[in-house]
Protein backbone atom coordinates (compact mmCIF):
# COMPACT_ATOMS: atom_id res chain seq x y z
CA UNK A 1 0.00 0.00 0.00
CA UNK A 2 1.88 3.22 -1.03
CA UNK A 3 0.69 6.51 -0.62
CA UNK A 4 1.72 9.92 -2.45
CA UNK A 5 1.00 13.90 -2.04
CA UNK A 6 0.86 15.32 -5.95
CA UNK A 7 1.92 18.08 -4.82
CA UNK A 8 5.01 19.92 -3.75
CA UNK A 9 3.34 21.96 -0.63
CA UNK A 10 3.97 20.63 2.66
CA UNK A 11 0.87 18.29 3.99
CA UNK A 12 -1.41 20.09 6.23
CA UNK A 13 -0.92 17.53 8.63
CA UNK A 14 2.35 17.58 10.60
CA UNK A 15 4.58 14.75 11.76
CA UNK A 16 4.16 15.44 15.20
CA UNK A 17 0.16 15.08 14.64
CA UNK A 18 0.47 11.96 12.69
CA UNK A 19 1.49 10.03 15.73
CA UNK A 20 -1.07 11.17 17.38
CA UNK A 21 -3.96 10.70 14.90
CA UNK A 22 -5.25 7.38 14.17
CA UNK A 23 -3.85 7.41 10.26
CA UNK A 24 -2.03 4.50 8.60
CA UNK A 25 1.64 4.19 9.87
CA UNK A 26 3.10 4.15 5.78
CA UNK A 27 0.92 7.55 5.44
CA UNK A 28 2.72 8.90 8.68
CA UNK A 29 5.74 7.95 7.31
CA UNK A 30 5.01 9.83 3.89
CA UNK A 31 4.16 13.36 5.93
CA UNK A 32 7.49 12.59 7.58
CA UNK A 33 9.53 11.96 4.24
CA UNK A 34 7.36 14.84 3.09
CA UNK A 35 9.01 17.45 5.76
CA UNK A 36 12.41 15.71 6.31
CA UNK A 37 12.55 17.03 2.06
CA UNK A 38 11.26 20.20 2.75
CA UNK A 39 14.38 20.47 5.62
CA UNK A 40 16.68 19.29 2.85
CA UNK A 41 15.19 22.17 0.75
CA UNK A 42 15.84 25.21 3.85
CA UNK A 43 19.64 23.40 4.02
CA UNK A 44 20.21 23.99 -0.18
CA UNK A 45 19.24 27.93 0.08
CA UNK A 46 22.32 28.11 2.55
CA UNK A 47 24.40 26.80 -0.66
CA UNK A 48 27.31 25.03 1.36
CA UNK A 49 29.63 22.32 -0.01
CA UNK A 50 29.73 19.26 1.45
CA UNK A 51 31.46 18.79 4.91
CA UNK A 52 34.43 16.71 5.18
CA UNK A 53 33.79 14.35 7.83
CA UNK A 54 36.24 12.50 10.26
CA UNK A 55 38.29 9.76 8.86
CA UNK A 56 37.17 6.44 9.70
CA UNK A 57 39.77 5.35 12.08
CA UNK A 58 38.46 2.71 15.14
CA UNK A 59 38.79 4.61 18.21
CA UNK A 60 41.21 3.46 21.07
CA UNK A 61 43.12 1.28 18.20
CA UNK A 62 46.54 0.68 18.98
CA UNK A 63 46.08 2.02 22.80
CA UNK A 64 45.58 5.23 21.28
CA UNK A 65 43.90 7.80 23.19
CA UNK A 66 41.02 9.59 20.92
CA UNK A 67 37.43 9.04 21.87
CA UNK A 68 33.97 8.81 20.39
CA UNK A 69 33.04 12.22 19.91
CA UNK A 70 28.99 12.53 20.26
CA UNK A 71 27.08 15.42 19.49
CA UNK A 72 23.54 16.51 21.01
CA UNK A 73 21.19 19.00 19.13
CA UNK A 74 18.12 19.79 21.29
CA UNK A 75 16.11 23.22 21.66
CA UNK A 76 14.56 21.65 24.96
CA UNK A 77 17.92 21.89 27.04
CA UNK A 78 15.44 23.49 30.23
CA UNK A 79 12.67 23.50 31.50
CA UNK A 80 11.02 20.68 29.13
CA UNK A 81 10.23 16.78 29.45
CA UNK A 82 12.98 15.82 27.59
CA UNK A 83 15.54 17.69 29.93
CA UNK A 84 13.50 16.17 33.15
CA UNK A 85 14.57 13.03 31.86
CA UNK A 86 17.71 12.84 30.39
CA UNK A 87 18.79 15.22 33.01
CA UNK A 88 22.15 13.77 33.87
CA UNK A 89 22.60 11.34 31.29
CA UNK A 90 24.74 13.95 29.37
CA UNK A 91 27.08 13.95 32.26
CA UNK A 92 27.34 10.34 32.69
CA UNK A 93 29.01 9.23 29.52
CA UNK A 94 32.56 7.40 30.10
CA UNK A 95 34.72 10.03 29.88
CA UNK A 96 37.16 7.80 28.77
CA UNK A 97 35.83 6.68 25.73
CA UNK A 98 33.25 9.75 24.86
CA UNK A 99 33.59 13.19 24.79
CA UNK A 100 29.88 14.95 24.37
CA UNK A 101 29.11 18.16 22.94
CA UNK A 102 25.49 19.69 23.38
CA UNK A 103 24.80 21.98 21.13
CA UNK A 104 21.84 24.09 22.87
CA UNK A 105 19.08 25.70 19.96
CA UNK A 106 17.44 27.90 22.38
CA UNK A 107 18.81 30.35 24.96
CA UNK A 108 19.11 29.69 28.86
CA UNK A 109 15.92 29.72 30.40
CA UNK A 110 17.94 30.07 34.04
CA UNK A 111 16.09 26.81 35.25
CA UNK A 112 17.69 24.04 37.67
CA UNK A 113 17.52 21.52 34.33
CA UNK A 114 19.57 23.82 32.02
CA UNK A 115 22.37 24.38 34.53
CA UNK A 116 22.83 21.24 35.61
CA UNK A 117 22.91 19.83 31.81
CA UNK A 118 25.27 22.94 31.00
CA UNK A 119 27.38 21.93 34.44
CA UNK A 120 27.55 18.32 33.96
CA UNK A 121 28.28 17.99 29.97
CA UNK A 122 31.67 18.20 29.34
CA UNK A 123 31.30 20.62 26.34
CA UNK A 124 27.87 23.13 26.15
CA UNK A 125 27.70 25.69 23.63
CA UNK A 126 24.59 27.68 23.37
CA UNK A 127 24.04 28.18 19.71
CA UNK A 128 20.66 30.11 19.53
CA UNK A 129 21.82 33.28 18.20
CA UNK A 130 23.29 31.23 15.50
CA UNK A 131 22.45 30.40 11.91
CA UNK A 132 21.24 27.19 10.69
CA UNK A 133 24.72 26.63 8.43
CA UNK A 134 27.13 28.46 11.12
CA UNK A 135 25.91 25.94 13.67
CA UNK A 136 26.89 22.80 10.92
CA UNK A 137 30.05 24.33 10.26
CA UNK A 138 30.49 24.48 13.97
CA UNK A 139 29.40 20.69 14.80
CA UNK A 140 31.68 20.07 11.95
CA UNK A 141 34.82 21.47 13.21
CA UNK A 142 34.55 19.76 16.41
CA UNK A 143 34.91 16.28 13.99
CA UNK A 144 31.73 14.97 15.83
CA UNK A 145 31.53 11.32 15.22
CA UNK A 146 28.07 10.86 15.95
CA UNK A 147 25.44 13.71 15.98
CA UNK A 148 21.75 13.21 17.54
CA UNK A 149 18.92 14.71 17.29
CA UNK A 150 16.98 14.81 20.18
CA UNK A 151 13.99 17.05 18.70
CA UNK A 152 12.89 15.48 15.36
CA UNK A 153 9.89 17.50 14.48
CA UNK A 154 9.07 19.30 17.54
CA UNK A 155 8.57 22.65 18.59
CA UNK A 156 11.73 24.57 18.35
CA UNK A 157 13.90 21.92 15.82
CA UNK A 158 16.27 23.19 13.35
CA UNK A 159 16.43 19.69 11.03
CA UNK A 160 18.29 21.70 8.50
CA UNK A 161 21.13 21.47 10.46
CA UNK A 162 20.95 17.69 9.92
CA UNK A 163 20.17 18.33 6.47
CA UNK A 164 23.35 19.49 5.16
CA UNK A 165 25.25 16.35 7.21
CA UNK A 166 27.98 17.93 9.56
CA UNK A 167 28.92 14.19 11.12
CA UNK A 168 29.26 11.30 9.01
CA UNK A 169 26.54 9.34 11.55
CA UNK A 170 23.46 10.92 12.13
CA UNK A 171 20.86 9.74 14.67
CA UNK A 172 16.87 10.42 16.12
CA UNK A 173 16.69 9.66 19.67
CA UNK A 174 13.98 10.72 22.04
CA UNK A 175 12.58 14.10 21.37
CA UNK A 176 9.99 12.51 18.47
CA UNK A 177 8.71 8.99 18.83
CA UNK A 178 8.14 8.23 15.17
CA UNK A 179 10.45 8.22 12.19
CA UNK A 180 12.18 11.62 10.67
CA UNK A 181 11.32 10.28 6.79
CA UNK A 182 14.61 11.33 6.17
CA UNK A 183 17.43 10.36 4.04
CA UNK A 184 20.50 11.96 6.04
CA UNK A 185 18.90 10.36 9.24
CA UNK A 186 20.85 7.02 9.48
CA UNK A 187 19.18 5.33 12.81
CA UNK A 188 16.82 5.41 15.18
CA UNK A 189 17.71 4.74 18.56
CA UNK A 190 14.35 2.57 19.78
CA UNK A 191 13.86 -1.20 21.65
CA UNK A 192 12.32 -4.37 20.34
CA UNK A 193 8.87 -3.81 21.89
CA UNK A 194 8.75 -0.01 20.87
CA UNK A 195 9.42 -0.95 17.17
CA UNK A 196 9.78 -4.55 16.73
CA UNK A 197 11.68 -5.46 13.12
CA UNK A 198 7.93 -6.74 11.85
CA UNK A 199 7.43 -2.96 11.72
CA UNK A 200 10.78 -1.72 9.83
CA UNK A 201 9.33 -0.60 7.10
CA UNK A 202 6.86 1.73 8.36
CA UNK A 203 10.64 3.68 9.53
CA UNK A 204 12.78 5.67 7.08
CA UNK A 205 15.92 4.88 9.62
CA UNK A 206 17.72 1.60 11.16
CA UNK A 207 16.70 0.60 13.99
CA UNK A 208 19.38 0.26 16.99
CA UNK A 209 17.54 -1.74 19.54
CA UNK A 210 18.66 -0.92 23.02
CA UNK A 211 18.02 -4.16 26.15
CA UNK A 212 15.65 -3.16 27.87
CA UNK A 213 13.73 -0.03 26.85
CA UNK A 214 15.06 2.79 25.22
CA UNK A 215 13.13 6.00 26.93
CA UNK A 216 15.95 6.71 29.27
CA UNK A 217 15.45 8.72 32.79
CA UNK A 218 17.38 9.70 35.62
CA UNK A 219 14.77 9.67 38.43
CA UNK A 220 16.58 7.70 40.65
CA UNK A 221 18.94 10.46 40.92
CA UNK A 222 16.81 13.31 41.07
CA UNK A 223 13.56 12.11 42.61
CA UNK A 224 14.21 9.57 45.40
CA UNK A 225 12.32 11.93 48.02
CA UNK A 226 9.12 10.48 45.70
CA UNK A 227 10.00 6.76 47.73
CA UNK A 228 8.68 8.37 51.10
CA UNK A 229 5.99 6.94 51.89
CA UNK A 230 5.27 9.91 53.99
CA UNK A 231 3.20 11.37 50.98
CA UNK A 232 2.12 15.10 52.50
CA UNK A 233 -0.37 15.23 49.76
CA UNK A 234 -3.98 13.76 50.60
CA UNK A 235 -6.96 13.01 48.27
CA UNK A 236 -8.86 16.01 49.84
CA UNK A 237 -6.24 18.28 48.44
CA UNK A 238 -7.31 17.71 45.24
CA UNK A 239 -11.13 17.16 45.35
CA UNK A 240 -10.42 13.13 45.53
CA UNK A 241 -13.00 11.29 47.44
CA UNK A 242 -11.32 9.17 50.01
CA UNK A 243 -13.82 6.06 49.65
CA UNK A 244 -13.85 5.50 45.50
CA UNK A 245 -11.66 3.49 43.27
CA UNK A 246 -9.68 6.01 41.42
CA UNK A 247 -8.59 5.45 37.70
CA UNK A 248 -6.27 8.21 36.39
CA UNK A 249 -4.79 9.37 33.32
CA UNK A 250 -2.86 12.13 33.64
CA UNK A 251 -2.20 12.20 29.36
CA UNK A 252 -2.43 15.67 27.67
CA UNK A 253 -6.55 15.29 26.27
CA UNK A 254 -5.52 15.17 22.39
CA UNK A 255 -4.27 11.73 22.97
CA UNK A 256 -7.86 10.91 23.83
CA UNK A 257 -10.13 9.75 21.19
CA UNK A 258 -13.76 8.51 21.29
CA UNK A 259 -12.95 4.73 21.51
CA UNK A 260 -10.76 5.25 24.85
CA UNK A 261 -13.06 7.29 26.44
CA UNK A 262 -16.19 5.43 25.36
CA UNK A 263 -14.12 1.71 26.71
CA UNK A 264 -13.10 4.62 29.98
CA UNK A 265 -17.04 5.30 30.43
CA UNK A 266 -18.00 1.67 30.32
CA UNK A 267 -15.44 0.32 33.11
CA UNK A 268 -16.62 3.44 35.42
CA UNK A 269 -20.26 2.21 35.22
CA UNK A 270 -18.92 -1.12 35.66
CA UNK A 271 -16.95 -0.88 38.93
CA UNK A 272 -19.56 0.52 41.36
CA UNK A 273 -18.09 3.36 43.64
CA UNK A 274 -15.04 5.00 40.98
CA UNK A 275 -14.01 8.10 39.52
CA UNK A 276 -11.67 8.92 36.88
CA UNK A 277 -9.00 11.69 37.41
CA UNK A 278 -8.38 13.28 34.73
CA UNK A 279 -5.58 16.87 34.02
CA UNK A 280 -6.92 20.51 32.60
CA UNK A 281 -4.41 19.53 30.12
CA UNK A 282 -5.73 21.83 28.20
CA UNK A 283 -8.42 23.61 30.42
CA UNK A 284 -10.32 23.94 27.57
CA UNK A 285 -11.17 20.45 27.13
CA UNK A 286 -12.54 19.74 30.45
CA UNK A 287 -16.08 20.64 29.75
CA UNK A 288 -16.43 19.05 26.36
CA UNK A 289 -15.05 16.04 28.25
CA UNK A 290 -17.92 15.85 31.51
CA UNK A 291 -20.69 16.41 28.59
CA UNK A 292 -19.33 13.29 26.40
CA UNK A 293 -18.89 11.19 29.75
CA UNK A 294 -22.49 12.05 31.31
CA UNK A 295 -23.91 11.52 27.98
CA UNK A 296 -22.64 8.07 28.25
CA UNK A 297 -24.14 7.38 31.09
CA UNK A 298 -21.56 8.16 33.62
CA UNK A 299 -22.53 10.03 36.92
CA UNK A 300 -20.97 14.03 36.70
CA UNK A 301 -19.38 13.21 40.10
CA UNK A 302 -17.31 9.91 38.53
CA UNK A 303 -15.07 12.72 35.82
CA UNK A 304 -12.51 14.55 38.28
CA UNK A 305 -10.57 17.28 36.89
CA UNK A 306 -7.18 19.23 38.84
CA UNK A 307 -5.02 21.30 37.41
CA UNK A 308 -1.51 20.56 35.92
CA UNK A 309 1.23 20.64 38.99
CA UNK A 310 5.13 20.86 39.13
CA UNK A 311 7.11 17.59 38.05
CA UNK A 312 7.83 16.96 41.98
CA UNK A 313 4.16 17.58 43.36
CA UNK A 314 3.21 15.71 39.82
CA UNK A 315 5.20 12.69 40.73
CA UNK A 316 4.28 12.15 44.23
CA UNK A 317 0.36 13.13 44.21
CA UNK A 318 0.10 10.53 41.27
CA UNK A 319 0.14 8.18 44.09
CA UNK A 320 -3.07 9.10 45.88
CA UNK A 321 -4.80 7.30 42.46
CA UNK A 322 -5.20 3.34 42.38
CA UNK A 323 -4.53 2.79 38.70
CA UNK A 324 -3.30 4.13 36.07
CA UNK A 325 -5.61 4.37 32.10
CA UNK A 326 -3.37 4.75 29.01
CA UNK A 327 -4.46 6.21 25.86
CA UNK A 328 -3.86 3.69 22.78
CA UNK A 329 -3.23 6.07 20.42
CA UNK A 330 -0.15 7.72 21.46
CA UNK A 331 0.59 6.63 25.52
CA UNK A 332 1.46 8.07 27.95
CA UNK A 333 5.60 8.28 27.49
CA UNK A 334 7.07 11.02 30.35
CA UNK A 335 3.96 10.54 32.12
CA UNK A 336 4.26 7.15 32.08
CA UNK A 337 7.64 7.28 33.83
CA UNK A 338 6.10 9.59 36.22
CA UNK A 339 3.34 7.33 37.41
CA UNK A 340 5.52 4.10 37.49
CA UNK A 341 8.66 5.80 39.57
CA UNK A 342 5.57 6.76 42.00
CA UNK A 343 4.50 3.32 42.18
CA UNK A 344 0.92 2.97 40.19
CA UNK A 345 0.31 0.42 38.21
CA UNK A 346 -1.09 1.11 34.74
CA UNK A 347 -3.04 -0.67 32.10
CA UNK A 348 -1.90 -0.24 28.19
CA UNK A 349 -2.62 -1.41 24.58
CA UNK A 350 -0.36 -1.15 22.11
CA UNK A 351 -0.56 -1.24 18.95
CA UNK A 352 1.40 -0.62 15.53
CA UNK A 353 3.45 2.86 15.58
CA UNK A 354 6.39 4.02 17.76
CA UNK A 355 4.17 6.42 19.84
CA UNK A 356 1.45 3.60 20.86
CA UNK A 357 3.91 1.15 22.35
CA UNK A 358 6.35 3.59 24.44
CA UNK A 359 4.18 2.49 27.65
CA UNK A 360 4.34 -0.95 26.85
CA UNK A 361 8.51 -0.90 27.13
CA UNK A 362 8.28 1.19 30.34
CA UNK A 363 6.38 -1.86 31.70
CA UNK A 364 8.52 -4.41 30.75
CA UNK A 365 11.45 -2.32 31.74
CA UNK A 366 10.00 -3.07 35.24
CA UNK A 367 9.66 -6.97 35.23
CA UNK A 368 6.14 -6.07 35.54
CA UNK A 369 4.58 -5.65 32.16
CA UNK A 370 2.77 -8.99 31.51
CA UNK A 371 0.58 -7.94 34.07
CA UNK A 372 -0.11 -4.38 32.89
CA UNK A 373 -0.28 -4.81 28.79
CA UNK A 374 -2.97 -6.03 27.03
CA UNK A 375 -3.74 -6.95 23.37
CA UNK A 376 -7.21 -5.52 22.39
CA UNK A 377 -9.80 -2.57 23.86
CA UNK A 378 -11.94 -5.31 25.22
CA UNK A 379 -8.97 -7.07 27.29
CA UNK A 380 -8.20 -3.56 28.73
CA UNK A 381 -11.65 -2.92 29.75
CA UNK A 382 -11.79 -6.57 31.17
CA UNK A 383 -7.93 -5.75 32.87
CA UNK A 384 -9.07 -2.86 34.56
CA UNK A 385 -12.64 -3.87 35.64
CA UNK A 386 -11.04 -7.36 37.18
CA UNK A 387 -7.86 -5.08 38.97
CA UNK A 388 -10.46 -2.88 40.35
CA UNK A 389 -12.82 -5.55 41.71
CA UNK A 390 -9.82 -7.47 43.20
CA UNK A 391 -8.25 -5.43 45.42
CA UNK A 392 -5.65 -8.20 47.29
CA UNK A 393 -4.57 -8.64 43.23
CA UNK A 394 -4.05 -4.79 42.68
CA UNK A 395 -2.38 -4.21 46.14
CA UNK A 396 0.11 -6.97 45.49
CA UNK A 397 1.17 -5.51 41.85
CA UNK A 398 1.41 -2.03 43.20
CA UNK A 399 3.32 -3.27 46.03
CA UNK A 400 5.65 -5.18 43.41
CA UNK A 401 6.31 -2.02 41.52
CA UNK A 402 7.01 -0.25 44.88
CA UNK A 403 9.87 -2.80 45.43
CA UNK A 404 11.47 -3.23 42.01
CA UNK A 405 11.94 1.42 41.98
CA UNK A 406 15.30 1.47 42.92
CA UNK A 407 16.53 -2.09 40.57
CA UNK A 408 14.37 -2.71 38.18
CA UNK A 409 16.34 -1.84 34.57
CA UNK A 410 13.88 1.17 33.24
CA UNK A 411 15.02 3.42 36.53
CA UNK A 412 18.92 2.32 35.93
CA UNK A 413 20.04 5.35 34.03
CA UNK A 414 23.98 4.89 34.86
CA UNK A 415 23.16 1.04 33.04
CA UNK A 416 21.27 2.40 30.42
CA UNK A 417 24.16 5.11 29.37
CA UNK A 418 26.31 2.41 28.95
CA UNK A 419 24.24 0.43 26.62
CA UNK A 420 23.62 3.73 24.67
CA UNK A 421 27.58 4.00 24.20
CA UNK A 422 27.91 0.45 23.25
CA UNK A 423 25.24 1.74 20.21
CA UNK A 424 27.38 4.66 19.39
CA UNK A 425 30.67 2.33 19.56
CA UNK A 426 28.88 -0.06 17.03
CA UNK A 427 27.25 2.74 14.67
CA UNK A 428 31.01 3.94 13.97
CA UNK A 429 32.60 0.64 14.03
CA UNK A 430 30.36 -0.25 11.53
CA UNK A 431 31.06 2.87 9.45
CA UNK A 432 34.97 2.09 9.89
CA UNK A 433 34.64 -1.36 8.01
CA UNK A 434 32.88 0.27 5.07
CA UNK A 435 29.19 -1.08 6.01
CA UNK A 436 26.01 0.84 5.26
CA UNK A 437 23.96 1.98 8.41
CA UNK A 438 22.27 -1.63 9.44
CA UNK A 439 19.21 -2.89 12.01
CA UNK A 440 21.15 -3.90 15.12
CA UNK A 441 20.70 -4.66 18.33
CA UNK A 442 22.48 -4.36 21.56
CA UNK A 443 23.73 -6.76 24.39
CA UNK A 444 24.96 -5.82 27.46
CA UNK A 445 27.61 -7.98 26.73
CA UNK A 446 31.54 -6.48 26.31
CA UNK A 447 32.53 -8.63 23.58
CA UNK A 448 29.48 -6.89 21.65
CA UNK A 449 30.74 -3.54 23.20
CA UNK A 450 33.06 -2.77 20.74
CA UNK A 451 35.86 -0.97 21.30
CA UNK A 452 38.87 -1.90 19.64
CA UNK A 453 41.21 -3.30 22.78
Given at each position: ????????????????????????????????????????????????????????????????????????????????????????????????????????????????????????????????????????????????????????????????????????????????????????????????????????????????????????????????????????????????????????????????????VNTWCNILKRVPNSALWLLRFPAAGEMKFRTYAVAQGVQPDQIIFTDVAMKSEHIRRSGLADLFLDTPLCNAHTTGTD???????????????????????????????????????????????????????????????????????????????????????????????????????????????????
Open positions: MTFSFQMSVLPSVQPFHAIAYPIDPLLALEISRKYAAHCSLIASRFALPPFNHPAPNRIKQDGGNERLRVGYVSSDFGNHPLSHLMGSVFGMHNRKNVEVFCYALSPNDGTEWRQRTQSEAEHFVDVSAMTSDMIAKMINEDKIHVLVNLNGYTKGARNEIFAMQPAPIQVSYMGFPGTTGATYIDYLITDEFVSPLCFSHIYSEKLVHLPHCYFVNDYKQKNQDVLDSNCPHKRSDYGLPENKFIFACFNQLYKMDPEIILWAGLPMVTLPLEKMATRVAGSLCLATGLGEEMIVSSMKEYEEKAVSLALNPLKLQALTDKLKAVRMTCPLFDAIRWVRNLERAYFKMWNLHCSGQHPQHFKVTENDREFPYDR
